[in-house]
């Protein structure tokens, strides 16, 4: 029998904190640790460059997946529910607010690190980079149920932990200037607010049996996405295939 909602999200949110390779991938505590080189940050950053130059789409795309052709008024609420994490994405200041496109503060620090615009949009990208976010728009584009437990509760709960971390050891270990550092620092304020939206739409959304594994497959699709890109970026860049992480 299903479990509450409520309680499906926390047990999501739960799996994320312990598999997440975000916070336990030898990769990123490489980085954490000050054990990376420059040359090893840069071609990292500049694979990352993949998903976060095109999260404005990615964002958008959960919208698309509310709703069909005759949207229903539940669906509308939902989307309008969605618009501001679309807003944040592609930057406040376009209504207004102050901060730009993530897109933009990502290549702002690709910049601080040596790392060109031109360097950064002609990046070859790796196979496990390109499969990474194949899965994760393919998650997007699936459902609404799919999209908030494959973006939202795979990733953005526990990417505020992820950013403070690697906002700390680029000033510290990398001496990367504070001020070229606010695509951490921003995702380190807004990811709790977009975790809440999901967990609010969620409750109502993952109520079955079969709703429940939906959503559980697609947090760990997403995880394993992430997963695979970190592998990927080891292999190619330190030369060292990764122990097993746990499931
Ligand atoms: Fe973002």
Not at 185 to 209: N, W
């Given at each position: 029998?299903?479990?509450?909602?409520l309680?499906?999200?926390?047990?999501?949110?739960?799996?994320?904190?312990?598999?997440?390779?975000?916070?336990?991938?030898p990769?990123?505590?490489?980085?954490?640790?000050?054990?990376a080189?420059?040359?090893?940050l840069?071609?990292?950053i500049?694979?990352?460059?993949?998903?976060?130059?095109?999260t404005?789409?990615?964002a958008?795309?959960?919208?698309?997946?509310v709703g069909?052709y005759?949207?229903?008024?539940?669906?509308?609420?939902?989307?309008?529910?969605?618009i501001?994490?679309?807003v944040?994405?592609?930057?406040?200041?376009?209504?207004?607010?102050?901060?730009?496109?993530?897109?933009?503060?990502?290549?702002?620090?690709?910049?601080?690190?040596?790392?060109?615009?031109?360097?950064?949009?002609?990046?070859?990208?790796?196979?496990?980079?390109?499969?990474?976010?194949?899965?994760?728009?393919?998650?997007?584009?699936?459902?609404?149920?799919?999209?908030?437990?494959?973006?939202?509760?795979?990733?953005?709960?526990?990417?505020?932990?992820?950013?403070?971390?690697?906002?700390?050891?680029?000033?510290?270990?990398?001496?990367?200037?504070?001020?070229?550092?606010?695509?951490?620092?921003?995702?380190?304020?807004?990811?709790?607010?977009?975790?809440d939206?999901?967990?609010?739409?969620?409750?109502?959304?993952?109520?079955?049996?079969?709703?429940?594994s939906?959503?559980?497959?697609?947090?760990?699709?997403?995880?394993?996405?992430?997963?695979?890109?970190?592998d990927?970026?080891?292999?190619a860049?330190?030369?060292?295939?990764?122990?097993?992480?746990?499931?």
């Amino acid at each position: 029998m299903a479990t509450s909602s409520l309680e499906f999200c926390k047990a999501l949110l739960q799996e994320a904190k312990i598999t997440h390779p975000f916070l336990h991938h030898p990769l990123y505590q490489r980085i954490y640790q000050g054990n990376a080189s420059k040359i090893e940050l840069r071609e990292i950053i500049k694979q990352q460059g993949c998903f976060y130059l095109d999260t404005l789409r990615h964002a958008a795309w959960k919208i698309i997946s509310v709703g069909g052709y005759t949207p229903t008024l539940e669906d509308l609420e939902r989307q309008r529910a969605l618009i501001p994490l679309v807003v944040s994405e592609g930057g406040e200041d376009t209504m207004g607010g102050k901060t730009t496109a993530h897109a933009f503060l990502f290549m702002r620090l690709a910049e601080s690190l040596g790392v060109s615009k031109e360097e950064l949009f002609s990046t070859a990208y790796l196979p496990t980079t390109v499969i990474e976010k194949d899965e994760l728009f393919l998650l997007q584009r699936s459902s609404i149920l799919e999209a908030l437990c494959g973006g939202n509760i795979a990733t953005e709960s526990i990417h505020s932990d992820h950013c403070q971390r690697m906002a700390v050891a680029m000033e510290k270990h990398y001496g990367i200037p504070q001020r070229n550092l606010e695509f951490y620092y921003v995702h380190v304020e807004v990811e709790t607010d977009h975790e809440d939206r999901a967990v609010q739409l969620l409750e109502k959304l993952a109520v079955s049996d079969e709703e429940q594994s939906r959503g559980l497959l697609a947090l760990r699709r997403a995880i394993t996405a992430r997963r695979i890109f970190a592998d990927g970026a080891c292999q190619a860049f330190i030369g060292e295939t990764v122990p097993r992480m746990p499931m």
